[in-house]
């Protein structure tokens, strides 16, 4: 089982990056997949979550309107589309992958995204 994070990097604060999450070794079309992010010292944070079947996002409230989650389901990935970056935003970047009703779930080791002012 694998969740493989790219697309991380270092932009100035306004900016866009786009995250890509690669899955393989487990179900991903019935799998709900997220992102968070983990600051040091700090809880990690949901940025933004998406159904199994692509009908359903959620998003925390500090990244609404500027970031958004999509997958393709054949191709086994989830992406995160972030514009309008602020340096607040700057953590590691991880992909989560759970199937619903079931006990079995996944990290990425995950990407590290920098903003800077």
């Known amino acids: 089982v694998r969740l493989v994070e790219s697309g991380g990097g270092l932009v100035q604060s306004g900016g866009s990056l786009t995250l890509s999450c690669a899955a393989s070794?487990?179900?991903?079309?019935?799998?709900?997949m997220t992102w968070y992010r983990q600051v040091p010292g700090k809880a990690r944070e949901l940025v933004a979550s998406?159904?199994?079947?692509?009908?359903?996002?959620n998003y925390a409230d500090s990244v609404k309107g500027r970031f958004t989650i999509s997958r393709n389901n054949p191709k086994l990935t989830v992406d995160l589309k972030m514009n309008n970056l602020k340096p607040e935003d700057t953590a590691v970047y991880l992909c989560y992958g759970a199937i619903p009703g079931s006990t079995s779930y996944y990290w990425g080791q995950g990407t590290q995204v920098t903003v800077s002012s």
């Open positions: 070794g487990f179900d991903f079309s019935r799998s709900d």
């Open positions: 998406i159904t199994s079947r692509g009908d359903r996002t």
